[in-house]
């Protein structure tokens, strides 16, 4: 399913790449992944270039602006009314819904949303949220780049699984994916060779048996 959905997305590549190299030309390109690449030398019009940010700017403080509570927890019309309408309930979930934007608020969404938001510009914007390591921001945002993606869509034309392509330097293996159970191969490359990285295919997959 990952190579049915890789080879799809292989159809619209020039087209992604020719859109990123004159409009987003810093954020990864899909051809030329070289470190340290000068990524602008084809802009000669800032149209693109300046438009881009703006689009991401304005939909995020339309959709998600920072500091802000653009949304709020309530009780849903499947709840009976009587219950819908307690004021203890209510305030309850107001406590909450400030708790809540508490933690999004110092976490690093706004920056990472706005990189997403620019993604989203030139075709499908992506980012994932993990805990914080414990003590420090309870939410990590991360915008990912639509060359590490692959997608695969459901039967009304909606992402239902997703596939990001990621390199790990194998030091990091453990923090990425904390608790997870290494095969032995993996853990002697991660105790023999900490600074060489590791290729991984990882998937978000619908399942809708278990809706």
């Known amino acids: 399913r990952f190579d049915d959905a890789r080879a799809r997305k292989a159809d619209w590549l020039s087209h992604f790449e020719e859109a990123y190299r004159f409009s987003i030309p810093h954020r990864n390109t899909f051809f030329d992944q070289t470190k340290g690449k000068k990524k602008n030398t084809d802009v000669f019009d800032s149209t693109a270039v300046l438009g881009v940010p ?3 700017t304005k939909m995020q403080s339309l959709l998600v602006p920072p500091w802000r509570e653009w949304s709020l927890l309530a009780l849903g019309p499947d709840i009976p009314k009587q219950q819908r309408e307690s004021s203890r ?3 309850l979930l107001a406590e909450n819904t400030e708790l809540m934007f508490s933690h999004i608020n110092h976490s690093n969404m706004a920056l990472q949303v706005h990189e997403s938001f620019q993604d989203l510009a030139i075709g499908t914007g992506c980012y994932d949220l993990m805990a914080g390591p414990l003590g420090q921001k309870s939410l990590v945002f991360n915008a ?9 869509e459901g ?8 596939y990001r392509e990621l390199s790990v330097p194998n030091r990091l293996i453990g923090r990425q994916w904390p608790g997870a159970v290494l095969p032995a191969e993996l853990e002697r ?17 619908f399942n809708p048996e278990t809706l």
Do not use: D, H, M, Y
């Open 54 to 56: 703006q689009f991401a």
């Open 144 to 152: 990912i780049p639509l060359t590490e993606l692959a997608l695969e």
């Open 89 to 91: 309930l209510k305030v």
């Open 189 to 205: 490359k991660v105790r023999e060779k900490p600074g060489e990285n590791s290729e991984f295919i990882e998937a978000v997959i």
């Open 155 to 162: 039967p009304q034309s909606t992402i239902e699984t997703t």
